[in-house]
């Protein structure tokens, strides 16, 4: 990165001219400009997974028990309501190895979720 370049090359020349006491500080500078690095490199991480979370969120429907996302014209899903509610992820469900089932006249799907091992209809 040009920056710690530009540093490294004055703390060269201040080395070479016994500036001691401001090589040091150079090398300061360019430990703490590192720090600095690093913290807003963690920042933008977080912000990018907090867009994530609040794009997720706005997009995210509660229908027939299970979470649905709105895509544009079309809906993805359906996600698995326990494991977004408690561990804040989007699970696919399949469709449960009773498949469709009927009940008071009524179709309805089960779904599974493979990872929390919970059926929703
Ligand atoms: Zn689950």
Not at 7 to 32: C, M
Not at 69 to 87: A, Q, R, T
Request: proline share 2%.
């Amino acid at each position: 990165m040009a920056i710690f370049d530009e540093l490294k090359s004055v703390a060269g020349v201040l080395q070479e001219a016994g500036k001691i006491p401001q090589y040091q500080q150079i090398l300061e500078v360019q430990e703490k400009l590192l720090e600095m690095m690093n913290h807003i490199f963690a920042l933008e991480n977080e912000n990018r997974e907090l867009k994530q979370q609040i794009k997720t969120k706005e997009a995210l429907v509660f229908e027939g028990n299970v979470y649905w996302m709105n895509d544009g014209d079309k809906k993805n899903g359906p996600f698995c309501k326990v494991c977004h509610e408690k561990e804040n992820k989007m699970i696919t469900l399949d469709i449960g190895s009773f498949g469709l089932g009927t009940s008071r006249n009524q179709t309805y799907y089960r779904y599974h979720c493979l990872v929390c091992k919970n059926y929703f209809k």
